[in-house]
């Protein structure tokens, strides 16, 4: 847990605002209480502050210091409601629904990063996905010179000689059902980038199939050696191999025999699945067998960082996505 450390002490270092739009959810909560205890970021939660801070007391989690904002009093509302209909008001949008809609706290959060009121958002401890998505492409927008937000999770495998010392990165795992040639190869380009600047490791990019090198033929696997081929075409500083099946992408006995002379077989850290369903899968089989921590699904893509949970997280996860979402904010000073 080396590089968790490394980016605790980050966020530490360079404290950020970051809201939590599901302020009286439970495990959200006790993690603020920690946020705060441990100055990871200066965390705001949403919601109604009568019972929230009810809430605190059955969990005897102390809130002192934490600001809470709700929605339906807040003086920033209007301006709220009013920028969001400048947003959307081509889609159709009145003022009468934006006002209905700003209200939502996943909305007034997300609004509040668009506005800089907060540097960052964390929300899917009770919310979905595609809750979290939604307002987050109408309102935040992919970055400059971005054409996909995807997500990716970190994995820390425990005792593991695989990856860069047990960890990897896994994407798309949250995001993304079906990618097309230019989403995949999109996609591969931004988990190197965040293995760089955030994880800050040399990334080597297995694109995942069932087959490798051209050992069986298929549409999904022509979609996976097109999408490579184009990503290092993007990116020839990059080290991107494929069609890679997943033992020859990590073991290095394997990929002498099925891929030899890549630089990328036996020796990879990021791993590109083909789709949402293999992603989800996967990531999911690593950390029930191998007892690894998954942290995220961590988006990224957004042109300002607002980052996703998994249901069932635990506050500990939470504190965690939450020190993420603060060092991507810096990152993008």
Known sequence: ????????????ANRKKIVLPEGNEERTIVAVEKIKKEGVAYPILIGNKEEIL??????????SGVEIID????DRLNDYIEAFYELRKNKGITMTKAEKIVRDPLYFATMMVKLDDADGMVSGAVHTTGDLLRPGLQ??????????????????????????????????CAVNPNPTVDQLAAIAIATAETAENLCKI???????????MGSADHESVTKVREATAKAKNLRPDLLIDGELQLDAAIVKKVADQ????????????????????????????VQRFANASA??????????PI???????????????????AVQASMNE
């Open 258 to 285: 099925k891929a030899p002379g890549s630089l990328v077989a036996g020796k990879a850290n990021v791993l590109v699945f083909p789709d949402l369903q293999s992603g989800n899968i996967g990531y999911k089989l």
């Open 307 to 325: 980052n996703d949970l998994s249901r069932g997280c635990s506050s500990e996860d939470i504190l965690r996505v939450v020190a993420i979402t």
């Open 139 to 172: 309102i935040i927008k992919t970055a400059p010179g971005v054409s996909v937000v995807s997500s990716f999770f970190i994995m820390m495998v425990p005792h593991s000689e695989y990856g860069e010392e047990g960890m990897l990165l896994f994407s798309d």
């Open 1 to 12: 847990m080396e590089l968790m450390s490394k980016i605790l002490e980050a966020a530490k």
């Open 202 to 212: 040399e990334p080597k990019v297995a694109m995942l199939s069932f087959s490798t």
């Open 71 to 74: 929605p339906d009093t807040s």
């Open 295 to 304: 942290i995220g699904p961590i988006c990224q893509g957004f042109a300002k």
């Open 54 to 63: 009810e809430k605190a007391k059955e969990l005897n989690a102390d809130l």
